[in-house]
């Protein structure tokens, strides 16, 4: 009598296992709900089987029985198997989510399927087909170590990749700027590498190893709208708050200037030669910063030459209100200052002065 149940035990674990088989298939990955409790339920009815039948499925044990006998235990014990990997896997398709990232999430379900399947592979040929694991795992650690070693590059940047796309700090579209300098629009990216146009129409290709390694702005986030600061030097011939209203106009008049948010003018410094202004506004895109700043700087010169506000001189450069004839000067004297890069020629048509333009004064 218990023979006989345990012969029924063990053709109904592999119709059931058959039947689960189809099922899965016919459901399709419309319906991951009702797919993971059908799968649990043929699952635990197997479960059920295999300890009617007496078999242990996580033990290889070589029985005296017949071939067909011997033959419907190991499918049967795959089919075990099997239907354990693919309720696990039902579960990783559910609940491991990334909330607004469901690329990140399956890139992390897919790593996690290829861990289950992995685990029941090895646990079908031990449990099943009685092959040594301890040694096939030292033979293949040993070639896992050398195909390492040959592709550490390789293998730096496919999880550097993986890495990088988990965290997302970019996307295709974005325009970054990289600690050595690199700065462009992301065109393309995968595991190994991330292509960017730089604005001179360069394509750099970036292994991911790198890229993770370099500090990265990305200047599409929160959104594109960059900002940018011009300094300039007012002269002190007009009131403060006269030049910063003039500039501020200027600014506005500007139509590759963000009004979204409005531009401003900072003083930064005051002497009595002029005013160190840095003018701040925002573009629409980090790709028309140097458009913007060209019209910028043109509609500061015409707007300071129509109210009268004049560009301050460097820093470093001291007018002497004193008489001045070219003849006074030996020419040994005049070639020596164009050497040392001092000019000390009347500039601007001055007659009566004399300008000394000292370079880092």
């Known amino acids: ?38 799968q649990i ?15 242990v499925p996580f033990r290889y ?81 040993i070639v896992a170590i050398m195909l390492g070693l040959a592709s550490q590059n390789t293998l730096s940047d496919v999880f550097s990749g993986i890495a990088l796309t ?54 599409s986030r929160p959104t594109e709208t960059h900002q940018i600061k011009l300094p300039i030097r007012i002269a002190s011939t007009q009131p403060p708050a006269r030049s910063i209203e003039v500039l501020r106009q200027a600014l506005e008049s500007c139509g590759s200037v963000s009004k979204v948010m409005p531009p401003a003018v900072s003083l930064k410094h005051l002497d009595g030669l002029g005013m160190d202004v840095e003018l701040l506004f925002h573009v629409p895109s980090p790709a028309q910063r140097i458009a ?5 700087i043109d509609a500061v ?5 129509a109210n009268g506000v004049a560009l301050g001189l460097p820093p470093g450069s001291y007018v002497l209100a004193a008489p001045f004839h070219e003849s006074l000067l030996m020419p040994a004297t005049v070639a020596s200052d164009e050497q040392s890069g001092t000019d000390v020629r009347p500039q601007n048509g001055a007659k009566d002065a004399i300008l000394l333009s000292v370079p880092g004064a």
């Open 1 to 38: 009598m218990a023979t006989t149940l345990s012969a029924v035990s063990i053709v109904m674990l592999n119709v059931l296992g058959l039947a689960g088989i189809t099922v899965w298939v016919l459901q399709g990955r419309g319906r991951p709900t009702a797919r993971l409790i059908v």
């Open 41 to 55: 339920v043929f699952f635990a009815a197997m479960t059920v089987a295999l300890l009617a039948a007496h078999i």
């Open 61 to 141: 044990e070589r029985s005296g029985a017949d071939a067909s006998t011997r033959f419907l235990v190991d499918c049967g014990k795959v089919l075990w198997w099997t239907h354990l990997a693919w309720a696990l896997i039902g579960f990783t398709r559910i609940y491991i989510v990334l909330e607004k990232r469901p690329k990140e999430a399956r890139l992390l379900q897919d790593l996690v399927v290829a861990v289950v399947y992995l685990g029941i592979s090895l646990s079908i040929m031990a449990f099943v087909f009685g092959v040594p694991i301890g040694t096939l795992m030292a033979t293949s650690g």
């Open 166 to 219: 988990i965290g997302r700090p970019y996307v295709i579209g974005d325009w970054i700027f990289l600690g050595d300098g690199t700065e462009g629009r992301v065109v393309a990216s995968n595991w190994r590498a991330t292509c960017i146009l730089t604005p001179a129409n360069n394509l750099v290709v970036l292994p991911n190893s790198v890229l993770a390694k370099l500090g990265l702005t990305n200047f």
């Open 292 to 296: 913007a700043s060209n019209e910028v």
């Open 301 to 305: 010169y015409r707007y300071c030459k």
